[in-house]
């Protein structure tokens, strides 16, 4: 199959659509990462996501929608917490976890009764979802396992030949998976960190749950697998970052470092983040970008584990292979 990059006019949109509605599959831009979306009502279509990426069939996807009362039609019950929660941050990068109804097709959900859904804050993805007249399922759209997309090019490296359309909708705001929190648990349970933080739900709720990775029972199925990982090596440093060491793994090594700015260092190559905003948009396009250039190790710096630190420490601590403490 041929793979065609395309640009967000209203006219690709259209056919887009008509993709979806026909059982095919399309990547489309969100404000977290690109997804790729097929018919979430129809199995047939599903299941070519899964083949596509290469995704473990116990791994559930998101059900995108584009309007919040929709909801109602995929959920057996919206506690008011949900209600206020979704009011504040849909559309967002904010996936809830509820009891599904009997309409949500078992291979979406990899046959748990609960369906993680949400809205994103995309234009594109938005015209998309509600003029194909139903909702998205949608994972982020790279081979099972390799860093999240975040540009259409990197859709393209993953899937070209795999599915038909790519739409483009430039960089990803954020860059970053949506936040996932689950709300079959007495206490919501955050599932996975993003940028909509485990204080922002907390001030509209109350207290929520952080879901403990290393349980014996893994709730979330997606969070036994690898994830994130470029094929270079990643080294995460949290404590201060020692030239000595660069150096000499440097002597055996292709190596590129990312580094927060403030970390005066003179190394050759070097990249340097702002602040966790700067971060998070450009890791997993970083992670690639090495990938291409050939570098086999990458270094680096830890941020703090406050606010959207957390996001970025959860997916550094995934893709890296050590870590120093
Ligand atoms: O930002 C995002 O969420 C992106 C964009 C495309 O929307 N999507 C995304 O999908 O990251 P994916 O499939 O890569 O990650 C979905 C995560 C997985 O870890 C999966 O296991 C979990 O959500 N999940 C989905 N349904 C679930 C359910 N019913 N119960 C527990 N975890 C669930
Ligand atoms: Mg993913």
Not at 6 to 21: F, P
Not at 52 to 70: C, E, F, T, V, Y
Not at 199 to 227: D, V
Request: hydrophobic share 40%.
């Amino acid at each position: 199959m041929k793979t065609k990059i395309v640009k967000a006019t209203d006219q690709n949109i259209k056919k887009a659509t008509k993709e979806i509605m026909a059982g095919n599959l399309v990547a489309f831009p969100t404000e977290t990462v690109y997804g790729l979306g097929a018919n979430a009502l129809n199995e047939n279509a599903i299941k070519k996501i899964f083949i596509a990426k290469g995704r473990p069939q116990d791994n559930p996807l998101i059900m995108h929608i584009s309007k919040a009362n929709d909801i109602y039609k995929y959920v057996t019950n919206v506690p008011k917490k949900v209600e206020k929660l979704i009011n504040k941050y849909w559309p967002g990068p904010l996936t809830i976890i509820l009891k599904k109804k009997k309409i949500v097709p078992n291979i979406i959900t990899a046959g748990l009764n609960s369906v993680a859904i949400r809205i994103p804050q995309n234009k594109i993805a938005l015209e998309l979802i509600s003029k194909s007249n139903c909702p998205i399922a949608a994972p982020s759209a790279n081979t099972s396992g390799k860093p999240s997309p975040t540009t259409a090019k990197h859709v393209y490296e993953d899937l070209n030949t795999k599915i038909s359309t790519i739409i483009d909708g430039g960089p990803c705001s954020i860059g970053l998976e949506s936040t996932v929190i689950d709300f079959t648990t007495r206490i919501p349970t955050l599932l996975r960190p993003g940028a909509i933080t485990k204080e922002m739900i907390e001030k509209i709720i109350g207290k929520i749950n952080l879901s403990k990775s290393n349980a014996k029972k893994i709730k979330s199925p997606g969070m036994k697998y690898n994830h994130y990982k470029p094929k270079a090596e990643v080294i995460l440093i949290k404590t201060k970052i020692v030239k000595r060491f660069i150096t000499e793994i440097s002597e055996k090594n292709k190596v590129l470092c990312i580094l927060n700015s403030k970390t005066k260092i003179n190394i050759k190559n070097k990249i340097t983040y702002k602040n966790d905003k700067h971060l998070g948009q450009n890791l997993f396009a970083w992670f690639r970008d090495a990938d291409s250039k050939k570098f086999n190790i990458i270094i680096v710096e830890a941020t703090k584990e406050t606010k959207l630190g957390v996001a970025i420490m959860n997916r550094l601590k995934k893709a890296s292979n050590v870590i120093i403490e």
